[in-house]
C-alpha cells in the first residue's frame, strides 16, 4: 500500500540506524578486513623494497652470509650490477602490478555482477596469497632468483587482487543504503589505510629475519582471511529475509533524495512517482547492465578520470613513500615504515569527516574541491620538510588528510551513488560494474605514475617528483 511522501520521508541519520542490524555490522567488518588483509600484501612490498634492492646486488652483506651459504650461491641472486638498476625494475613491478591490476578491474566488475560475489572475493584472496608467499618467500627459501618470473607472479597478482575492490564496494552498496552514505563508506573505506598500517606493522615485526617473513606471514593471514569471507560473508539482505535496497517503502525514498545531489541540482520532489517505479520493478529484478552501458551513466567518466590523477598521487606516496624516507633522510627501513604509518592515519580521518561533511550538504564534489586544493599547499610543505621525524609526521598527516580522504570518497561512497543513480533504477547489478571501471581507469593513472615518478626522481630528484604530484 502506497504510503504519503511526507511520511515516508526520513532523515538521513535515522534511517540509517533504523535499518541497521546485526548483519551490517557482521557485513561492514568482514568487507573492511577482507580488503585491508589484500592492501597489507601490497604494503609489505614497498615496505621491504630496500632489503630486496639489497639483497639483489652486489653491495648487500648479510652477517649470516660467511656462515651459512658459499660465496658462489650468494652472488647467484646478484640479478642486477647496482641498486640504481635493482630500484628501476622494482619500480618496473609496480607499474607492471598496477597495470594488470587495472586490467583486472574492468573484467572483475563485470564478473562480480554476474556470478556471487562472496565466490569471487574468496577466490581471489586465497589464490593472491598463493602468489605472493610464491614470490617472496618461495623464492627466496629456494635460492631462484628471475626476473622474468618475477614478473609473471605479479601479473597475476595484480588480477587476482582485482578482484577485492569491485566486490567489497558492491556488497556493501547492498547493504547500506544512500542514507549516511558518505559517513558509512568514509569510515569504511579506511579499510585501505588500515591495511597499509598492518602491513608496515608486521613487515617491521619479522623485517629483521628476512624479507620472506614478511611475505611469509601477510600471505597467512590474508588466505585464512578469505577461508573465513567464503564462510561468514553475506552479499545481500535478501539471503536472511530482509528487503533489499530500494524494495522497501521507506528506503526507497531516502535512497532518492540523497542520489540527487550527487548527479544534480534538482529539488523537485519524484517521491510519488519514484515510488510506484519501485513498487512495480520489485517483481521483475534487472538484468546485469554491459560495460559500455555503465560508461554512459552519468558521472561515471569525469570521475573515473578524475581518480586517475588523484590515485596517482595517492598510491605514488603507497608505493615510494619508505623508500623516500630512507633514502632522502638516511633513516633506517624500519623507521621508515613505521613512520609512513602517518599517511594512512591522516587518510583514515579524511574519509571519514569529509564524507560525514559530504552527507549534511548533500553534494560531494565541492567538499572534494576543497579538499584537493589545501591538498596542494600541504604536498608543498611536505617536499620541503626538515630531517624531524615529528615535523614529517604530522605534515604527512596532514597531506593523507586532504589527498586520502577524497580518494576513499571517490573510490567507495561516490562509487555506490554512481551504480544506483535512477537510470538504473536501484539495480545491484550495476555496482561491481561501475566500481570496476571507476578504480580501473583510476588504476591505469597510478600505473603510469610508477613510472613517472622513478625516471622523474632519476633525473630530476625528488623536489620536481612533488611538482609533478602538485600538477596532478
Request: proline share 9%.
Given at each position: 500500500m502506497a504510503v504519503p511522501g511526507s511520511l515516508r520521508r526520513q532523515p538521513s541519520n535515522r534511517g540509517l540506524v533504523s535499518h541497521c542490524t546485526h548483519h551490517h555490522i557482521v557485513v561492514f567488518l568482514l568487507t573492511f578486513f577482507s580488503y585491508s588483509l589484500l592492501h597489507a600484501s601490497r604494503k609489505t612490498f614497498s615496505n621491504v623494497k630496500v632489503s630486496i634492492s639489497s639483497q639483489w646486488t652486489p653491495s648487500c652483506q648479510n652477517s649470516t652470509a660467511p656462515e651459512l651459504r658459499p660465496y658462489e650461491l650468494w652472488n647467484s641472486s646478484h640479478l642486477f650490477p647496482n641498486k640504481e638498476e635493482a630500484t628501476l625494475f622494482l619500480g618496473t613491478l609496480d607499474t607492471i602490478f598496477l597495470f594488470s591490476y587495472a586490467v583486472g578491474l574492468f573484467v572483475s566488475g563485470i564478473v562480480g555482477d554476474r556470478l556471487n560475489l562472496r565466490w569471487v572475493l574468496s577466490f581471489g584472496m586465497c589464490s593472491s596469497a598463493l602468489v605472493v608467499f610464491s614470490f617472496g618467500t618461495l623464492t627466496e627459501w629456494l635460492h631462484f632468483y628471475n626476473k622474468w618470473f618475477y614478473c609473471c607472479l605479479w601479473v597475476v597478482?595484480?588480477?587476482?587482487q582485482s578482484t577485492?575492490?569491485?566486490?567489497?564496494?558492491?556488497?556493501?552498496?547492498?547493504?547500506?543504503?544512500?542514507?549516511?552514505?558518505?559517513f558509512v563508506f568514509g569510515l569504511w573505506s579506511a579499510c585501505a589505510s588500515v591495511g597499509n598500517i598492518l602491513g608496515?606493522?608486521?613487515?617491521?615485526?619479522?623485517?629483521k629475519y628476512g624479507y620472506e617473513y614478511a611475505f611469509l606471514v601477510t600471505a597467512s593471514v590474508q588466505f585464512a582471511g578469505g577461508v573465513i569471507v567464503f564462510f561468514g560473508l553475506l552479499t545481500s539482505p535478501k539471503e536472511v529475509g530482509l528487503p533489499e535496497l530500494g524494495a522497501d517503502e521507506d528506503e526507497g525514498s531516502v535512497e532518492e533524495d540523497?542520489?540527487?545531489?550527487?548527479?544534480?541540482?534538482?529539488?523537485i520532489d519524484d517521491d510519488d512517482r519514484n515510488y510506484s517505479i519501485q513498487a512495480t520493478d520489485n517483481d521483475s529484478q534487472p538484468k546485469a547492465i554491459g560495460f559500455f552501458q555503465a560508461c554512459c551513466l552519468p558521472g561515471v567518466v569525469l570521475y573515473s578520470l578524475a581518480y586517475a590523477c588523484l590515485k596517482l598521487v595517492n598510491y605514488s606516496f603507497f608505493f615510494w613513500l619508505p623508500f623516500y624516507l630512507s633514502n632522502n633522510f638516511g633513516w633506517k627501513e624500519a623507521e621508515a615504515d613505521q613512520l609512513s604509518i602517518w599517511y594512512d592515519v591522516g587518510g583514515i580521518i579524511g574519509g571519514t569527516i569529509q564524507g560525514l561533511i559530504s552527507d549534511v550538504l548533500q553534494k560531494r564534489a565541492p567538499v572534494l574541491a576543497v579538499s584537493l586544493l589545501f591538498a596542494v599547499g600541504s604536498l608543498f610543505g611536505y617536499s620541503r620538510s626538515?630531517?624531524?621525524?615529528?615535523i614529517n609526521a604530522v605534515i604527512m598527516a596532514i597531506t593523507g588528510f586532504f589527498i586520502g580522504g577524497p580518494s576513499n570518497m571517490i573510490s567507495s561512497a561516490i562509487s555506490a551513488d554512481l551504480g544506483r543513480q535512477d537510470v538504473v533504477k536501484g539495480n545491484s547489478e550495476a555496482l561491481a560494474t561501475v566500481t570496476g571501471i571507476v578504480d580501473g581507469t583510476g588504476s591505469i593513472g597510478a600505473a603510469v605514475g610508477q613510472y613517472l615518478v622513478s625516471l622523474i626522481q632519476e633525473n630530476l630528484k625528488w623536489m620536481w617528483v612533488f611538482y609533478f604530484f602538485i600538477l596532478m
Open positions: 597478482n595484480g588480477l587476482l577485492g575492490w569491485p566486490c567489497v564496494v558492491a556488497v556493501m552498496g547492498n547493504w547500506f543504503g544512500k542514507a549516511g552514505r558518505g608496515a606493522f608486521l613487515a617491521s615485526c619479522v623485517l540523497a542520489n540527487r545531489p550527487l548527479m544534480g541540482d534538482d529539488d626538515p630531517n624531524s621525524k615529528p
